[in-house]
């Protein structure tokens, strides 16, 4: 019975850390960019996502530096230009808060969806990334709904 559980979870793993493959943000859900124990990382699928028009939600937040957070940046960037994406960028520079949103290709039936947000927390930055796959099929459609909820 163990093995069989050990062997489910594996699969289970497996499947899930292959949402954002092929994104270079890939690399910070995976902790190539920061060390995972560093990150709070919440995957959720299935029904509890039904009111929203989701299939998945992964997100990671962390503190990170300068440096860092250049990096995260950087990966972001690499994913708008090479999905040819389209972002719609917001930027409060009262409280040093900075939002990105970019919407990506299709995977299937869903519309893909990459959200950063960046904090000013003294020295360092606290950073949120944000993955979702839905059938919301706009930006705006997106913003819409996260604001009704």
Not at 122 to 136: A, D
């Amino acid at each position: 019975m163990r093995h069989f559980l050990m062997t489910l979870l594996f699969f289970f793993m497996a499947g899930q850390a292959t949402a954002q493959q092929g994104l270079a943000v890939d690399g910070l859900f995976s902790g190539k960019i920061i060390p995972k124990e560093r990150m709070v990382e919440t995957r959720v699928r299935g029904r509890m996502l039904t009111d929203y028009k989701m299939s998945l939600f992964h997100s990671v937040k962390c503190k990170v530096s300068d440096a860092e957070l250049v990096k995260i940046n950087s990966a972001m960037k690499s994913d708008m230009e090479s999905a040819g994406a389209s972002a719609s960028m917001t930027y409060e520079k009262q409280g040093h808060t900075a939002t990105r949103m970019v919407q990506l290709g299709t995977t299937g039936k869903y519309y893909r969806y990459l959200c950063q947000k960046e904090e000013a927390e003294g020295k360092q930055w606290l950073v949120t990334v944000i993955y979702i796959e839905s059938t919301v099929n706009s930006l705006s459609e997106l913003k819409k709904m996260f604001n009704n909820k």
